[in-house]
């Protein structure tokens, strides 16, 4: 059964971005939010955690922090609130990883 | 009703915040409701069922002693990750000893506590329903 | 789907009762059905109504009051935690001798069956916190 993993913390602060990805498995989606969002921010070393990983960040969250979308890794769909609420429906269950 | 398999991840340690003990008390009332519920201890979270907890100088309740009544409401799935506590320098020789009395088999005492690799909780989490997070 | 959204963390302090709030208001849009929104840890702190933010911010608690309005909503606030942190209606304060209250409209005080029943009713539990 699938899961959505949800992270919330700046990897540079927090193990739980690299944490979410080593509980990832075949078909389980990774939501980077709120100060998680820092985790793809090009050039930052944390941007290889989510290397070939399913990445989804929440663009709200982006903006407010000015990470630009020129400014961030390739391969990591953003979403609105929206999407979120998709992403929800479309996984079994979520894992807030707080 | 239905039942549902819960998993209630604990990811922090005990005192320093109020998480690991409110989140004991959600376990506690759960119980009641008849779920079929796991307990998973991740992070920080094994430092909360480290021996020898003596709150009487910080004045704050010591609510390590409630781990071990765990088994009398039937919570007796208590999943501890070994990278967790391998990476704080602890064996489960460190944790206390829980137990729970299988009605099925005369009563006979058993082992709550199951000591998994991170890819094995990571499995059961995929057959969970539910998961809590504090 | 049929939701239940818990929160961990005040207002404030931390993102979480925004990221909640925003995230139950866009499940509402959808269609989706919430079933209840349950305030836990220092999430209770959501539930006051005597928060007074400054004009150019937003107000965390009364747009939750309002979102309940609008959609019925039920915002739960735990009991027990809610005890611990000072946030009272009536019936708590005739049960406890309190002298005030202090709980914001559409929000009620109720134990963390609550919170387990949500669980068990609902598609997706979603969690927010620090």
């Known amino acids: 059964m699938s899961i959505l993993h949800i992270v919330n913390k700046s990897p540079y602060e927090r193990n739980s971005v690299a944490l979410a990805v080593d509980y990832m498995r075949d078909g389980d989606t990774l939501l980077l939010i709120e100060d998680a969002v820092y985790t793809v921010m090009q050039g930052g070393k ?7 990983q399913k990445a989804v960040v929440l663009g ?13 890794i390739d391969g990591v769909e953003v979403v609105d609130y929206a999407g979120f609420v998709d992403l929800v429906e479309a996984s079994d269950k979520t894992q807030s990883w707080l | ?48 069922l480290l021996k020898g907890q003596d709150t009487s100088g910080i004045d704050m309740k010591n609510f390590s002693p409630t781990y071990s009544a765990l088994g009398d409401y039937e919570v007796t799935k ?10 704080r320098g602890l064996t489960l020789d460190d944790l206390q000893h829980l137990v729970w009395e299988d009605e099925d088999e005369d009563w006979a005492e058993k082992d709550s506590i199951r000591l998994v690799s991170r890819a094995e909780l990571a499995e059961v989490f995929a057959g969970q329903d539910v998961m809590f997070n504090f | 789907m049929k939701l ?12 979480a009762s925004d990221s909640a709030y925003h995230f139950t208001k866009a499940a509402l849009e959808k269609g989706h059905e919430i079933f209840r929104v349950f305030f836990y840890h220092d999430g209770v702190n959501n539930g006051t109504r005597l928060t007074t933010p400054p004009q150019d911010d937003r107000n965390v608690v009364a747009r939750w009051s309002e979102l ?9 606030i735990c009991v027990a935690a809610a005890q611990r942190r000072g946030i009272v209606d009536e019936g708590e304060a005739e049960r406890n001798g309190k002298d005030a209250t202090n709980i914001a409209p559409g929000f009620r005080i109720s134990g963390l069956g609550q919170l387990i029943e949500g669980g068990i009713q609902s598609d997706r539990l979603v969690v927010f916190g620090d």
């Not at chain 1, 709200?60 to 961030?72: F, T, V, Y």
């Not at chain 2, 999943?79 to 391998?86: A, D, F, I, N, R």
Request: aromatic share 10%; no cysteine.
């Open chain 1, 60 to 72: 709200p969250d982006l903006a407010a922090r000015g990470i630009a979308k020129e400014k961030m």
């Open chain 2, 1 to 48: 009703m239905t039942t549902k398999k819960f998993m209630y991840v604990n990811r922090r340690a005990p005192y320093g915040t109020i998480y690991a003990w409110e989140a004991l008390e959600v376990v506690l009332i759960g119980a009641a409701f008849e779920q079929d519920v796991s307990m998973a201890f991740v992070d920080d979270g094994v430092f909360q």
């Open chain 1, 46 to 52: 944390a941007a290889s955690i989510i290397d070939g």
């Open chain 3, 68 to 76: 309940a309005e609008k959609h019925d909503l039920d915002l739960v």
């Open chain 2, 78 to 87: 208590i999943y501890v990750e070994k990278e967790s506590l391998e990476e």
């Open chain 3, 4 to 15: 239940t959204v818990q929160v961990n963390e005040g207002p404030y302090q931390h993102q």
